[in-house]
């Protein structure tokens, strides 16, 4: 006996399970664990408990190589679905759907995909088990996303397995699993290794009595804790092995000798083997076949396949100890031999590689990877592309090396693997070059120069290379209308609008193709944007998505998702960005154009800490400052982590988030990179008290934003330059602010940007003490902070009107406002007192007329003055007073003294 006829230190996880199996709903079950652990036994006991309480199960498993073949798992669903019959049309349907993969819409198809797979759904009791997921690929896990969101509204579940030491970043099932447990779509459980006591409990069980206690103590040192070591070394002869591969090996060696030779073949075709393949390639009868597959099963080293067409080793790590035993040049000539055996293209590469016949492994990879492009199975393609470019045949033309290089290139963009995609566009442009085909090195410079855009090349870098490759493409007009779309991508990243707009203007005059026509009215359609003629700006925008779409252009439609969803939720059109970027997520997420989901999903997080849900927005920035590869989502990622820190009063943090994005973005030297962290430090400096530095930061975000003409990153520093000035210069400072900034925002006329103007006037008013003035602007501000869901000035306003009912001797409107701001903080898991936190005589006669000067809007050197104090002493009493009430901000003091608790 080898295995343990008992399930050892599971217990609650299969508590956990049949309370999942008992309720009303299903959802995503995650096992995880490292190799050995014992995922696979769990998840038949699952199995089992299930088919005991009705469920309809039905299971399949992913393979190695299968990260490379579309679809691979979904097609042995489908096979075992074939099998029952009541669900044989779903698996006809879903092999069909497999089959049409290439042919049509890729989104298209695979949401019908789903579609055949949801009428599981309705069929109360299904469960679907599948195995080693982290080989599974891209098409396999989305669906498999899709369905989870389903099972949380039926009787409906997936349980799968995966390795979570094999989570490597290129392995798709890394980000995806990440993703469901974030967005609580699946649970996951982690298999911990056994305990001395278990280990020992678990070879009792096998061995039918209990070991010495040296011996189990020496059992447990080997094997870790690890239940399939434990079985394997108990297996062995003699004393216990080293290692796992010297255990699987020392007991292969008691095989007979044509049965060991057997598991060597089968060894090579992969954890699971078909008999007519297996046949093929040993040349053996029937007989022997039989027997060899007889005494490997009743030795424990493989068991039949669920669908009864093959056998599977009992585990992976069984299988690799004997391939890694097959002599060298045995192991390639099998390879060689079942590279032959009709595999498709994606496996059989795989096998002449291994086989050293790099010529067909070249064909068969290239092959399969623009086979996977198609499907937009891009991490698949990019592997495989890998693949064709280690086993290229030095005989081909330099041309097709060339051809190979932009192709991988391609696929690594998508797939957010910038540095590397850089790499091969640089030698593909070299090498066209070399060759004299300057058209052909010109066509891939605009590609080129977005690549290096995310990796922080700044505008004249990037617009340098792009005026260069033009006298290259003299001859070739639509290569040249796409140099000069690209070159207005430039511009407009920059805020450029002017240049951006002529360089449109100049691709369209030239007649540019479809793919580059979408391109451009994204562009344009930007650039109307932040021009404030947002109307036309959104509908080019659309129609660019919708024509993109329709010709399958997923690097276009999903560049204008990105486009239109980015600048509106910086236009604070928040509905309209939230819309756009989630199903710009959703489209990028089905085609796999994983740059530009991750840098989205950044917006979004930015769209969420905007309209107060600083929670959802916590998750979204963090999960895509994980995923994301390209500098841009890291930046945006960080601005919004900043916002966040600095609103719970997390002020390290914040200018750690702030800082390292001004590093990264004063690289690229654009606006959209440095200013809004300007902003943020800004604020961090007015919470500090700091209004000097504060004001420093905001003349900066000035002087970027009129370089260009900007109005869209300028708003927010409109009310913050205000509170600045007046806190380190007074009245006179502030409105000299408020009148140069608004000549910015009133001459765009940016609809959502112009609330800043009626806030920074109050703030005013209220400091010289015109508290009629004051409130017919703050209220004025806090009915468009509210209707644009602005969450940030929104509830400042309202302690600023707090504070001007006070000063108007309005005591119950002054509470009134306070506890306003408190509920909407609150909503956003931040505190704001709504009681004092100290009475009137914990505070001396001086720090009460010290906290009266503050709530009147007095900076430190005005009190000082009122006084007759020193400016340092002034600002001890403002830091004494802060501790002693428990709060952060000069305005919450205030509001203290507002609320009448002196």
Known sequence: MVASPVLVGRQDLLALADRRLGAPTGEALFLAGEAGIGKTRLLGEIVDRARLRGYDVFQAGASPGDTELAGGPLADLGAELRRHPATAAAGIRLEQRLRELTDGDPARQRRLLVADLSGLIARPGTLIALEDLHWADDLTLDVLARLAQHARTARFMVVGTYRSDELYPRVPMRQWRTRLLTQRLAEEVRLPRLDPAQTAELAAAITGSALPGAAAAALHTHSDGIPLHVEEFL?????????????????????????????????????????????????????????????????????????????????????????????????????????????????????????????????????????????????????????????????????????????????????????????????????????????????????????????????????????????????????????????AAAYMLDRRLDEALASGEQALAMGIEDRARCHVDATVGSVLLFAGRTAEGTRLLRDAITRASGLRYEAQTARSYRMLGSSMSVLVEYDEAARTLREGIAYTQQVEQFNDRHYMAAHLAHVQWATGDWAAATTTARQALADGGGITTEITARHVLGYLALGRGSYDEARDHLTRAERLGSGMRELQRLSPAWWGLAELALALDDAPTAVTYCEQGFSASAAVGDAAYLFPYVVTGVRAHLAAAGSTAARAWLTRTSALLTSRGIPGTLGALPHAEGLIHLHEGQTGKARACLSEAAAFWTTRHRFWEGTAVLLDQSLCAHRSRRPAEAAAFRSAAHDAYASAGVLLPSQPVASPAVLSARELEVARLIADGLTNREIAAALTIAPKTAAAHAEHIRTKLGVTRRAQIATWIAAGQT
């Open 235 to 487: 297996a062995a002869p003699a004393t216990v092995p080293e290692t796992l591969a010297e255990a699987v090996l020392a007991r292969a060696s008691r095989l007979s000798p044509p049965t060991r030779a057997l598991a060597e073949v089968a060894s090579v075709l992969g954890r699971s083997f078909d008999l007519d393949l297996l046949t093929a390639m040993t040349g053996d009868g029937p007989d022997v076949i039989d027997e060899a597959l007889r005494e490997l099963t009743e030795q424990f080293f493989v068991r039949p396949s669920p669908d009864g067409s093959g056998y599977d080793f009992r585990h992976a790590l069984i299988r690799d100890a004997l391939y890694a035993g097959i002599a060298p040049l045995r192991r390639r000539a099998l390879h060689a031999k079942a590279a032959t055996a009709g595999f498709p293209d994606a496996v059989a590469s795989d096998h002449y590689e291994r086989a050293g016949r790099f010529d067909e492994a070249f064909r068969h990879a290239r092959a399969a990877a623009r086979e996977a492009a198609a499907l937009s199975a891009h991490r698949e393609a990019a592997e495989l592309y890998r693949r064709a470019k280690r086993t290229w045949p030095a005989r081909l033309p330099r041309s097709d090396w060339a051809g190979l290089l932009a192709a991988l290139a391609c696929e690594l963009t998508s797939i957010d693997e910038i540095e590397e995609a850089a790499a091969c566009y640089a030698e593909a442009y070299d090498v066209r070059l070399e060759l004299g085909d300057k058209a052909g090195a010109a066509a891939l410079v605009g590609d080129w120069v977005a690549v290096r855009h995310l990796l922080g090349a700044d505008l004249e870098a990037r617009t340098e290379a792009l005026r260069a490759a033009l006298p290259l493409a003299a001859d070739h007009p639509q290569t040249c209308a796409e140099l000069h779309a690209e070159l």
